[in-house]
């Protein structure tokens, strides 16, 4: 299978605990996308990386959450401290280029449960 | 302001029957891309269609098209003969050329039954 790839697909934490997910582009794709949805909404931006390089942040990845890219290649999303909110798929996303026409294609996310 | 607005959260067509799924968006930027995904119960966000601001012609994808409107800012996805495996969420996006450009607007997306 060459598509985007997750793991955990499921996880279930008490508040308070810390969790990572990561995340494995397509192999050739430089850019790697972080998303958040939550029920009945659609996926929000969190973070994007061109290769190792994290160049943007959405306000709504507070300074709990941590991404990062080490090699370019596959990326891991961390949430210290974790809250109920928190609650919520976590979608990860890959793309070749950057220009209007490039889709964008997601991995089938991690869902998380905070207790 | 919300940049994708879908109306319809819940939508029901025949089977084999044709449906449209409304899309309306807000840019001031001349130049973008907006696109149509689908998600099953599984979660994956599977890419349908894709119709650039600059694009003359409608967009279609086998039994999918897009009926794209620019003056009305809309970009309504068309399904025809509707089959059961295509109950699923659908969302519709859009991507800027300028700005932040890079991240997807997604909107709260329409939930498609498909009935016997």
């Known amino acids: 299978d060459t598509g985007v790839s997750q793991d955990p697909r499921h996880k279930i934490t008490k508040r308070g605990q810390n969790v990572t997910f990561r995340c494995d582009p397509i192999s050739e794709h430089n850019r790697l996308y972080w998303y958040r949805q939550t029920l009945g909404q659609g996926p929000e931006f969190l973070t994007y990386f061109q290769n190792e390089a994290q160049l943007e942040k959405s306000r709504l990845l507070s300074d709990r959450f941590s991404a990062e890219r080490p090699k370019g290649s596959f990326s891991t999303l961390e949430i210290q401290r974790t809250e109920q909110g928190d609650s919520a798929m976590y979608l990860c996303a890959s793309s070749l280029g950057h220009t209007i026409y490039n889709e964008q294609f997601f991995g089938p996310g991690t869902r998380l449960t905070v207790l | ?116």
């Open chain 2, 1 to 116: 302001a919300q940049k994708i607005t879908q109306t319809q959260p819940g939508m029901f067509v025949q089977e084999k029957e044709a449906v449209t799924l409304d899309c309306t968006y807000d840019t001031s930027d001349p130049s973008y891309g907006l696109f149509w995904y689908k998600q099953p119960s599984s979660g994956e966000m599977i890419f349908l269609i894709y119709q650039g601001s600059y694009d003359q012609q409608n967009a279609t994808e086998g039994r999918y098209s897009l009926n794209f409107q620019k003056a009305r800012k809309s970009a309504n996805l068309v399904i025809s003969a509707s089959q059961l495996g295509d109950s699923a969420m659908y969302f519709c996006a859009m991507r800027e050329a300028t700005g932040t450009g890079n991240q997807f607007y997604f909107g709260t997306g329409t939930s498609l039954t498909v009935i016997p």
